[in-house]
């Protein structure tokens, strides 16, 4: 259908309701044949002309507006951050196998559950960013990206900007619809050429630049980068259908994308013959593909059988096999992370691999340079593995020409030059006023689980860094009103309390400020214990010292010795301007006395709550289920870790059964 199968108004003939309507209908259909389907049934002219048509009715009767008219797709303000938005279902990751023995292995696993090879509905695996899109009613409500698969960040005005996803449909349940938002390789290519050509840093793969492109705080640029949204699962629902391909058949009928390929396998030869036949059409596709996506098709078997702690036990993704070419090794250039990590870079002679210019390889850490034998100078295979990052997986130490240079471990930090912790894998910088690691290092100390202080996000302590008003962490205890209203978004009322928070931290029980320093393999358990046998007095405390205590081995002592050694002064400037409180708990004795228990699911009280009231009664409170377990304390929706202490024969009691023990 083209566009001129319609009238365009002369410019002084009214709209009616009806002809605005149908001409929404006309826009959405020419748009999505621009943006999705790269294939116009109209000029940008006509499009243009009836675009401002429908826009004027709509500022001419702005209560008939509709929700998914194409004008609502257009990128308003500028966002100042995003703030987190919670699945209703959880979002969970995929099982990778690499071959075909894995996936038989993987299938006879899922036969385990059935008496026959069960149907599997294979399908591409894009590499771009994983999308929820929550409908009520059938209205766009929310989209979010993954996160950690239980809370993700809201990007919805993003989303709006994107034409390949409807803002409304023909479905009034409450419904999320799980996708890969990707962009086609030409586009690709475009926009980084764009970047180049303005001097900025190009995206390393289609998959970073549709990420990049979703996690705009202006939706402007969003809305210019040709964004394709695929389905591939659902969320929350009550779609009535038996099976997993009819339920997709019935999203793609919502105007959704259905993949390019699809296939109903029946055995496992049919599968392999579909995943060969993909990495044939793997140029042909114009979307970057990492592998082939393999489900249990029927609803009531993918129920049957659950999931794991990381995934669910009816799909997996069989990754396509890594590309891979020979370079040589220029140089190892030195990372330092947002923790104080240092990771080594190898710097090669530019090679392309699948369309991409490929001049770094990651290297993990300086153990991986000695397990290789790997010099400055040698020849190496590289690969970009289904994972899309580079790595050098071979040292062609037979092309050698005798003027290759060993690499040696560094002994301090390119960025701040202090002495770095080494613990053979783990190189770290643990100098607090690095400036590489700050803004981690301070917002790590104000996180909930450290001295709690509101109002002071990652992006809000990188404001103030960037500003120059905060350098370190005691800047914290000396902000001042009159600078803070000199930043953008920052009102009064939000820097009254802001400034509140930072006052009411000091004072902070002691476990809390030493854990709040973010020292290596020291977290709330460990700080509990330094505070409960030395207190504030760490500063003398040898190596056996810390050794002594119940739980401790020579990394955690050896971190926490360095990081005290090296931060001596910042330290004591802390303790000065906070005034931790030490509290010598009393532990009573009581059937939980030098137990280990684990709390899950939800209660009456915090779980703050009770874990302290268990620590007053001599528990140590974990959070992984095992043999060592003595008792599981569960509450309402208890999950797997019910489960697994069931299996393992852990004690289980209910909240109140607590209660009844401890008499509270």
């Not at 997993?244 to 058949?249: C, E, I, N, T, W």
Request: proline share 4%.
């Amino acid at each position: 259908m083209g566009i001129m199968a319609f009238t365009i108004l002369a410019r002084d003939t009214k709209m009616t309701q009806n002809e605005y309507l149908k001409n929404i209908e006309i826009l959405k259909k020419c748009a999505f044949a621009y943006y999705v389907e790269d294939n116009p049934i109209a000029t940008d002219e006509e499009y243009d002309r009836l675009y401002h048509q429908v826009l004027d009715y709509e500022n001419e009767n702005p209560t008939l507006k509709a929700s998914d008219s194409p004008t609502q797709r257009v990128g308003g303000e500028i966002l100042e951050g995003f703030e987190k938005s919670t699945h209703i279902q959880r979002m969970w990751s995929m099982e990778d196998v690499f071959n075909l023995q894995e996936l038989r292995e993987w299938i006879v696993r899922v036969q385990k559950t059935t008496t026959r090879f069960p149907k599997l509905f294979c399908e591409p695996k894009f590499d771009g960013a994983s999308l929820n899109l929550l409908y009520e009613q059938g209205k766009l409500i929310k989209a979010t990206t993954r996160g950690n698969g239980e809370i993700g960040e809201n990007v919805t005005h993003n989303i709006r900007t994107m034409h390949s996803i409807p803002l409304s449909i023909d479905y009034q349940e409450t419904i999320e619809i799980r996708g890969e938002v990707v962009i086609r390789k030409e586009d690709f290519e475009a926009i980084n050429k764009e970047r180049l050509d303005k001097g900025e840093t190009p995206f390393a793969n289609p998959r970073n630049s549709a990420s990049g492109s979703l996690r705009q705080l202006d939706p402007k640029i969003t809305a210019k980068r040709k964004l394709i949204f695929y389905p591939w699962g659902i969320g929350e629902n009550s779609l009535p259908y038996p099976t997993l391909s009819a339920k997709m058949d019935f999203i793609a009928s919502l105007g959704f994308l259905l993949p390019p390929l699809e296939r109903a396998c029946e055995s496992i030869e049919e599968v392999e013959a579909f995943y060969y036949e993909l990495i044939a059409k793997r140029n042909e596709i114009p979307m970057l593909m990492d592998g082939m996506v393999v489900k249990v098709d029927s609803v009531a078997l993918q129920e049957a059988l659950g999931y794991t702690i990381k995934h669910p036990r009816w799909m997996c993704a069989y990754k396509f096999p890594a590309l891979e070419k020979s370079t040589r090794v220029n140089a190892i250039t030195l990372q330092v992370g947002r923790s104080g990590a240092i990771t080594p870079v190898a710097e090669v002679e530019p090679v392309n691999l699948d369309g991409a210019m490929v001049s770094r390889a990651t290297l993990h850490n300086f153990d991986e340079i000695e397990r290789k034998d790997l010099r400055v100078g040698d020849e190496v295979i590289i690969i970009r593995s289904g994972d899309v990052i580079p790595k050098i997986t071979k040292v062609l130490s037979d092309r050698r020409k005798g003027d290759e240079k060993a690499i040696e471990r560094p002994t301090h930090c390119p960025t701040c030059n202090g002495e770095l912790l080494d613990e053979g894998t783990l190189i770290k910088c643990q100098n607090l006023k690095c400036s590489a690691r700050v803004v981690n290092a301070i917002s790590y100390f104000v996180s909930k689980g450290c001295m709690n202080i509101d109002g002071l996000g990652e992006r809000i302590v990188e404001i103030l860094y960037r500003e120059g008003i905060i350098k370190e962490l005691k800047d914290l205890y000396f902000l001042e009103e009159e600078k803070l209203l000199g930043l953008e978004g920052f009102k009064e009322k939000r820097v009254h309390n802001l400034l509140e928070s930072i006052e009411k931290s000091k004072g902070v029980v002691c476990w809390r400020f030493i854990r709040s320093l973010g020292i290596e393999h020291i977290g709330e358990v460990a700080s509990k214990d330094i505070c409960k046998h030395f207190g504030l007095d760490i500063f003398n405390l040898t190596r056996e010292d810390l050794i002594a205590i119940d739980g401790f081995g020579e990394q955690m002592a050896l971190s926490f010795e360095e990081f005290v050694r090296s931060n001596e002064a910042p330290i004591q400037e802390l303790i000065d301007i906070i005034n931790p409180t030490v509290v010598k708990q009393e532990i009573q004795k009581s059937p939980f006395s030098h137990k280990t228990v684990v709390l899950t699911g939800t209660m009456s009280r915090s779980r703050e709550e009770i874990k302290t009231l268990l620590e007053s009664l001599g528990a140590k409170v974990s959070s992984l289920v095992s043999k060592k377990t003595d008792y599981l304390i569960y509450g309402e929706e208890a999950g797997s870790k019910l489960d697994k202490a069931q299996k393992l024969g852990v004690a289980t009691l209910t909240e109140e059964a607590m209660n009844n023990l401890v008499m509270v």
